[in-house]
């Protein structure tokens, strides 16, 4: 190879965004509403990573009820992904359709069980044909201590119930709820039974957060990662049903022959109705490669996450802002979305991304840090942290090995590709995502733009030395 023939490659640090004169008069004159596929859009352009460390139920609600949207993360059992997906969807909705129920005759004991399990404070009570025979509520059960004491004894009962019919609609609903002072309105067919429910709280968050991201029965959208080999297929299935509104093909090298074939698998099994989120590429070509075999949006990012060292241990990427420009040139014939997938430390590096043509932006490292990431907080050094680790380190290859019962001869360990590490305890979801967007909407306003596909079109970048990097950052000051 002549190495003058190596093309020059640019990584969000090596370039600032070129300031032009802007009609805009505010940041909030800013639409940063986008698409994460071809058929679902976001009020906030960015995604939560599917990690182990990052994206589980608990963030995955953060993030839609934010305008984002979370992946939750593959390194579990079919059934325990099933479980994570379905209490996203649990989480608010106009109608709940199949409502936790419980039997007049069952025990307390039960029913504290049930609520507990399902992590909800009312159960519908019915009998074993369906029909209506009243709610359990928290204060139905609090300081009650005969466990062995039915619900039908608990229960506000049927005759006294408001109710409303499968037709009932937000605003009979609110009407209702008003004008009794109730907070729970079952709702029954026409031989009384239990056909949904309706929640005051469900109502109000749905007038609190018009930005969340929702799916066409106004439950939280929620994505969900497989895999390409083994029980691939039976874990989109179970995904789907379970109503997962995107599913993310996770491997590292997703230009690879068995990637590329996979996405024609899951399509084939699933249809239309479920998004397919392809990658990780780095390559034009590899973008294309996805886009022409049916991905509904494409992942950007070999090497630029901060807990990931491939492109140390193998020696292999492409710098992320040229990868995410050539790859969203790739798939705009396609009319494919791109996201860019690792390497955001700040809101710039957002609005760098988003300039270089990605939709969105997929972020691990700022969020692993939150009280809605999964893991629990620890003490190191007299800070409080937790632990954050890539997909590709040792220790979630054996956490991979475990989910998915791969004995020692079919799971032959690799050199790891990522380590493990801890991050400071940060803000909640709300707040990162707020600072995130907020420089994005800056630099959009810089640029004269007033929506992402402005965006694309007005940028324009400078490259700069490391001396223009380090007069970028507060200097010659104490802080």
């Known amino acids: ?76 059992s079919v ?40 992590g909800v404070t009312s159960l519908v009570v019915a009998g074993a044909d369906g029909r209506l025979a009243g709610l359990l509520t928290r204060r139905d059960v609090m300081l009650r201590d005969d466990a062995t004491q039915q619900v039908r004894e608990l229960m506000t009962p049927r005759e006294r119930l408001v109710t409303g019919t499968p037709e009932t609609t937000s605003d009979e609903a609110t009407r209702l709820l008003r004008d009794h002072r109730v907070q729970k309105l079952p709702l029954v067919d026409a031989g009384d039974r239990v056909a949904g429910l309706i929640t005051l709280r469900d109502l109000l968050q749905r007038a609190e957060r018009p930005q969340a991201t929702k799916d066409a029965l106004g ?81 950007v990012g ?20 040229t990868a995410v420009m050539e790859c969203a040139e790739a798939c705009e014939p396609y009319d494919v979305p791109v996201i860019a997938d690792g390497g955001i430390r700040a809101g710039g590096d957002v609005a760098k991304a988003i300039a270089a043509g990605a939709d969105s932006v997929m972020i691990g490292n700022l969020l692993a840090g939150t009280p809605e990431s999964p893991g629990v907080v620890v003490s190191r050094n007299g800070s409080k942290v937790k632990v954050f680790r890539g997909m590709a380190s040792a220790a979630a290859a054996e956490a991979r090995r475990a989910a998915e019962g791969l004995e020692e001869t079919e799971f032959t360990p690799v ?25 994005l909407r800056s630099g959009m306003s810089y640029s004269d733009a007033r929506s992402i596909p402005e965006f694309h079109r007005n940028a324009r970048f400078v490259r700069i030395t490391p001396g223009g990097l380090r007069e970028s950052y507060p200097h010659d000051v104490s802080y």
């Open 1 to 76: 190879m002549n190495p003058a023939g190596i093309p020059l490659a640019l990584s969000y640090d090596d370039v600032l965004l070129v300031p032009r004169r802007s009609g805009l008069g505010s940041r909030a004159d800013v639409d940063v509403s986008t698409r994460l596929t071809r058929g679902l859009r976001l009020a906030t352009p960015v995604i939560s990573a599917n990690m182990d460390t990052v994206t589980e139920s608990e963030m995955a609600i953060a993030m839609a009820r934010a305008g984002g949207i979370g992946i939750v993360h593959r390194f579990l």
């Open 79 to 118: 059934e325990g992904q099933v479980g994570e997906v379905a209490r996203v969807k649990r989480a608010e909705a106009l109608v709940i359709h199949d409502p936790h129920t419980v039997a007049p005759d069952a025990p307390l004991v039960d029913a504290l069980a049930l609520m507990r399990r399902h």
């Open 219 to 299: 439950r939280l959208a929620v994505g969900a990662a497989i895999g390409v080999r083994g029980d691939f297929i039976e874990r989109a299935r179970a995904l789907q049903e379970a109503g997962a509104d995107v599913l993310v093909l996770d491997i590292a090298h997703g230009h690879a022959e068995h990637a590329v074939r996979a996405i024609g698998e899951v399509r084939e099994a699933l249809g239309d109705g479920t998004g397919i989120i392809a990658g990780n590429v780095a390559t034009a070509e590899g973008a294309r490669d996805l886009a022409e075999a049916g991905a509904d949006a494409v992942k």
């Open 415 to 439: 050199v790891a590709e990522g380590v493990e590490a801890v991050v400071p305890l940060r803000d909640a979801v709300g707040s990162v995502l707020h600072g995130l967007v907020g420089g």
């Open 302 to 321: 070999v090497g630029p996450g901060s807990v990931c060292t491939t492109r140390v241990v193998a020696g292999v990427g492409v710098p992320q802002l």
